[in-house]
């Protein structure tokens, strides 16, 4: 994920995990290691990391989600000065114990100036919410039934109080709304085989795209929530599975999935 710079006071820095947190910064000659962060203080190995998210209003901060059951939250120094040249360093600000199995996915909200609240999900079903300020408890948003790992969260672009989540081979995107935990406000259960990727529309709250294994890409309108939202408004069928999807940030009308060895750019 490249850094969330819109004002372009930072250096082109990316990031990168798996087996580390990985900073990189590119220039025009070359891609260099800024830092790699460690989170195991007593170990030069620390456990997988699955999934990371960069805060949006402070670019200084990265969350990191890991099997070892926990999230970091990180403060990057990156060292804006004029003059000073390999700069990006890193710290852990707080390591908390998020959830009682693996973590697979952190994202920040958008929430309450967009600085201090995340969500986690995780291989107990669950998916928690943290506040950096008050970090002595968590909210239980939601919880699935079976108790099925949840894989993925993707907050809503334009309303910070909705959420939609996907569990392991499941075959239905849960939408949640953060006022009101435990309940899904809506169910998207048209899909006919896993749910492999999710997208929020970039410019609309109640459109999302979702992609699964039987081929189809499916846009929704969920207006009419808590109503049940019965078909998608859009179809797309592609030759194989849909791994993943993206809808552009600054470009609304485009949409793009990947299957096979395949990349297509849809015209929504």
């Not at 600000?93 to 969500?119: C, N, P, W």
Request: charge should be negative; charged fraction near 20%; hydrophobic fraction near 40%.
């Amino acid at each position: 994920m490249w850094i969330p710079d819109t004002k372009g006071i930072y250096p082109d820095l990316l990031a990168t995990s798996g087996d580390y947190l990985r900073i990189w910064r590119v220039s025009d000659t070359e891609t260099r290691l800024e830092c790699l962060l460690n989170n195991n203080k007593n170990s030069d190995f620390c456990a997988p990391l699955t999934s990371f998210d960069w805060n949006e209003v402070d670019p200084n901060l990265l969350g990191t989600s890991s099997i070892d059951t926990t999230c970091t939250i990180w403060g990057l120094e990156t060292g804006q000065v004029l003059g000073r040249v390999n700069l990006v360093s890193g710290h852990v600000k707080t390591q908390l114990i998020a959830h009682d199995k693996e973590v697979y996915d952190i994202a920040f909200s958008r929430a309450g100036g967009g600085r201090d609240m995340f969500a986690s999900v995780g291989a107990d079903g669950s998916v928690r919410m943290f506040d950096l300020r008050h970090l002595e408890h968590s909210t239980i948003i939601y919880e699935d039934p079976q108790h099925h790992p949840l894989l993925r969260l993707c907050w809503n672009k334009q309303d910070p109080n909705y959420l939609a989540t996907m569990a392991m081979d499941g075959m239905e995107v849960v939408i949640l709304d953060v006022r009101v935990p435990c309940t899904p406000v809506a169910r998207l259960n048209n899909h006919r085989a896993c749910v492999n990727g999710i997208a929020w529309a970039p410019h609309s709250s109640c459109h999302i795209c979702t992609a699964a294994d039987d081929h189809q890409a499916l846009i929704w309108d969920i207006q009419q929530m808590p109503r049940a939202i019965e078909d998608p408004i859009l179809a797309y069928t592609a030759e194989g599975e849909i791994n993943n999807v993206q809808w552009a940030s600054t470009q609304p009308d485009w949409i793009a999935i990947c299957y096979n060895n395949c990349l297509e750019i849809l015209r929504v």
